[in-house]
């Protein structure tokens, strides 16, 4: 019998939010960016339950119980994993494949949606360092990236690139490692026009379009040419894995404070959201330069049921964005808007501003949507009667499609104050227009029962294991692995040239060089995910992949190292003037120091084996001289290690 595929298991747990399925199970309440209630698994009078919407994680405190959405099931409802994922896609209407042997061609639909996964993250790669390494990148596209007044620690959270204008230089390079030429047409990275074949995005600066979870979906390119013949951006095609409606950009790392802050800020292009996440605002996400969709709307809506639309005060602009903000209220969310100053936009008003500023004018100038389109549209007939009766009459569409019944009366009532009509007569008016939404979106047919399967209960596995002296460290190689795997590090060792690698690259060339194997098979399980996905994928693997795992128990241990991941406030610095230090401030130190711990645990361990040996007095006597030469080989690597870490041995 075939397994639910792999992008339908993606589908279920993005589309999934926690919060929904264990408010059915537990009463939550806010608590910072988080959610607090009552253990759900035991018998407690103090919450130490927590769920965090951002990461879709959530953590027992009590009983040291974590995971994700699945997870939650199968530990309170004592689901097996494909039941819990098959649960959740009847909770939320995704359509899951019935169980059967998967065809050839579906196979090959699976194989194909992961290769283009694949061939984006080594494009993506590969943009960078064009942008950061060649003398074509550094002199054209860092130059503009910089005098857009982007700092080097921005272009690298938001992976910016540079794809250069030879023709081919990346085609040519990606089918020179064995990519499929297929494929790099299909994601929209190579053209092939007659006989020849060319990179898409040539000469252009490159934006990376990343999935909820972090994935490169795709790419926006910007000419840097003023030939107004040439598209100012081009975008990668739609395809299997890139469907620019479903998208928002900049959510992969806005997610986390939208939830923080409930409020999500919408603006309009790639660099209105990269400088706002500069200035220090960050739950700022962009469409791109396309019209709102309904799909977007909902992708909002799992992290907030509020939204400020910023507007660079372009009257077009503002009134074609209409049908895309009904599309929002539509869904149920608040709705503000922020109007800035003319000639600005949330690129350059946030450059000119400091953060105290930037923040105070977005507070002071938000107002709700219906008020500004009253204003924006009645000012255009504010002397002609019939147009101003029909301005009115677009209006009260937008509040009609608002599904909250008390916030549909209060507008109501704004209404028929603001433009001096009888309170009966628009709400008349709104109960004709519900009416007629209502009977276009009836289905002809009702829709069938939703049945929940009974299961069979499964009683959970508990189990315990005693720890190696050695494993101390390999739980913190993990972790640092989980945290700040995909982080790259500048480092520059004695008599060696400066090297620049990412910390997975680091661990992994480190264990490696000394052919070390982790002994707990749960850190070895993961460790070797993250080797297996650097050596043969050419890919950097984040937590959130993990907590997509199917095994369980990678995803409750990854789930308590993103649970236990404290934020520091940002008033710290900014208001108390405090400086704080955290491991990430030296990654490199943090990192050696952790690495070479492990090594002298590992030669410890060891050193202690042999002695045992020894005081058995059971080896001959050939066996008792390799053991003491061991012995002495290793007292020295030990001794080498002690000095490298700072260690001082006392005999």
Partial sequence: MSKIPPHIVDQI??????????????????????????????????????????????????????GNVASFLMEKEHFSYPEALRWLATRYNIEVPKEREATAEELAELNERESYLIINEFAKN?????????????????????????????????????C??????????????????????????????????????????IFPIHS????????????????????????????????????LYGLYFAKGDIVKYDECLLCEGYTDVISMHQAGIQ?????????????????????????????????????????GIDLILEEGLNVKVVLFPDGEDPDSFSKSRSLAELTSYIAAHKQDFISFKAGVLLAEGANDPILRAGLI??????????????????????????????????????????????TKTLPSTGAAPINIPKVERIQPHLASSAQHATEIYEAELIRVLIKYGTRNIIFQEAGQSQQELSVIELIV???????LELSNPLYREIY????????????????????????????????????????????????????????????????????????????????SKIRTEIEQQKLGEEDLLLALSELVSLEKVKMLLSEQIGITLIR
């Fill in 528 to 607: 070797q995910i993250f080797s297996n996905g650097l050596k043969e994928e050419n890919t950097l693997y984040e937590a959130t992949y993990f907590l997509r795992h199917t095994n369980q128990e990678i995803v409750a241990f990854v789930a308590d190292i993103e649970a236990n991941d404290q934020e520091l406030s940002h008033n710290w610095i900014t208001k108390y003037k405090i400086q704080t230090k955290s491991e990430a401030d030296d990654l490199y130190q943090t990192i050696v120091q952790i690495i070479y711990r492990f090594k002298l645990a590992f030669v410890e361990e060891q050193i």
């Fill in 283 to 323: 739950n700022v996400v962009s469409s791109s330069g396309t019209s709102l969709t309904k799909e977007q709307v909902k992708l909002v809506s799992r992290y907030t049921k509020n939204l400020t639309i910023l507007y660079d005060g372009d009257a077009a602009g503002i009134k074609a964005s209409f049908r």
């Fill in 13 to 66: 747990l993005q589309t999934a939010r926690i919060e929904e399925v264990i408010g059915e199970f537990v009463q939550l309440k806010r608590a910072g960016s988080n959610l607090k209630g009552l253990s759900p698994f035991t018998d407690e009078k103090t919450p130490s339950f927590v769920v965090s919407p951002a990461k879709q994680i959530f953590k027992c405190f009590s009983t040291g119980k974590g």
């Fill in 164 to 205: 250069l204008n030879t023709g081919a230089a990346f085609s040519d390079l990606a089918l020179e490692k064995g990519y499929n030429k297929a494929y790099l047409e299909n994601v929209g990275l190579t053209k092939t026009k007659e006989d020849r074949y060319f990179d898409f995005f040539k000469g252009r600066v």
């Fill in 393 to 438: 009459k677009d209006i009260v569409q937008s509040v009609s499609l608002i599904p909250d019944q008390i916030t549909r009366s209060v507008y109501i009532q704004l209404l028929s104050q603001q433009f001096d009509i009888d309170q009966q007569i628009v709400q008349a008016e709104l109960i004709q227009l519900r009416k007629s939404n209502l």
């Fill in 126 to 162: 590969t943009f960078t360092e064009m942008l950061l390494e060649s003398a074509e990148g550094k002199a054209i596209g860092l130059s503009y990236f910089q005098e857009r007044g982007f700092s080097q620690a921005t272009i690298e959270k938001f992976q910016l690139g540079y």
């Fill in 212 to 247: 909820v979870s972090g994935r490169v979906l795709g790419f926006g390119g910007r000419t840097l040419l003023n030939d107004k013949k040439v598209a100012k951006y081009f975008n990668s095609p739609e395809s299997i894995i890139y469907n620019k409606s479903e998208i």
């Fill in 509 to 515: 060339e480190e264990l490696d060089k000394d052919q």
